[in-house]
């Protein structure tokens, strides 16, 4: 089956102009300059004037909280929000309950994708101290990368253990996506927050960052920045927070890179006054 959309504006690649995309068998075909008329009978033909077309939006960071977490979220109701917002696929993290940290937790998810997403998918493996022989047998073509979380967790996610670490770095064969936050600085400043509030069973949410402070945030990712250059390893951070780590990434084109980072678009609006 053969369909047409004719005469949209197309936002792709930087550019914008009046086009139309031929879709063969579910599959984009052909993208042409300009409009195409109905000319062909069993043509399904969607007349696009006046209309944007944008390319899916690929999400390489969501947590659909399934299994374990149900009843905040699950796979099924995030992917029909994901479709309904334009996020055509998905790529999502591993701090489920129990976490995703096994070959054969990582297949119950994508069986649980396969019968219930509503748009492609794909499940990031969790690193842990101890699961260095079952990430080294993940296939790269089904697995966008090996999740590892230098700050605490869900479950055994944290991965505080040096030589494990290293042996993730060396051994990986995907990229290693970082979640950078030094724990010892995180418990220390927790400890510090307790004292301050005694006898109370929180402290106020505005401390947060001030938990999970710059100082954290920067030991962290220098130690995985200067980890990955001694290995040779692919490197992504996660959600980087703070001005201060932008001095570790190198700014040159993103083909030449082997170390990557991302932002949340919330980090760089809000405040802590917010």
């Known amino acids: 089956m053969r369909t047409i959309i004719s005469g949209a504006t ?3 690649e930087e550019r914008r102009f009046i086009g139309s ?3 063969e068998d579910e599959r984009i075909a052909d993208i042409q300059e300009g409009e195409i008329l109905p000319s062909e009978d069993h043509v399904n033909f969607i007349d696009a004037k006046g209309l944007f077309l944008f390319p899916g939006v690929i999400d390489d960071h969501v947590h659909f909280r399934e299994p374990g977490f149900e009843y905040k979220a699950d796979i099924a109701s995030e992917s029909r929000t994901a479709a309904a917002g334009g996020v055509t696929s998905y790529m999502e993290m591993p701090n489920t309950n129990p976490p995703t940290t096994t070959l054969e937790l990582l297949e119950q998810k994508f069986e649980i994708a396969k019968r219930q997403s509503r748009v492609n998918y794909s499940f990031f493996f969790g690193a842990t101290n101890e699961n260095i022989d079952e990430l080294t047998l993940l296939n790269p073509h089904r697995v966008p990368g090996v999740k590892v979380f230098m700050g605490s967790s869900t479950g055994d996610l944290l991965v505080d253990d040096d030589d494990s670490m290293r042996d993730i770095f060396e051994q990986s064969p995907l990229r290693i996506v970082a979640h950078c936050e030094d724990n010892a600085i995180i418990e220390k400043n927790i400890k510090a927050f307790k004292k301050r509030y005694k006898g109370q069973n929180d402290f106020p949410v505005r401390y947060h960052s001030r938990i999970r402070s710059v100082e954290a945030c920067y030991a962290a990712s220098s130690r995985a920045v200067a980890l990955a250059k001694e290995t040779g390893a692919r490197l992504h951070i996660a959600h980087v927070s703070s001005e201060r780590e932008l ?6 084109p993103l083909e030449e890179k ?4 991302e932002v949340c678009l919330a980090h760089l609006m809000f405040t802590t006054e917010d």
């Open 247 to 252: 001095s570790l990434f190198e700014s040159k």
């Open 21 to 23: 995309v031929i879709i």
């Open 10 to 12: 197309i936002v792709n």
């Open 258 to 261: 082997q170390i990557t980072a």
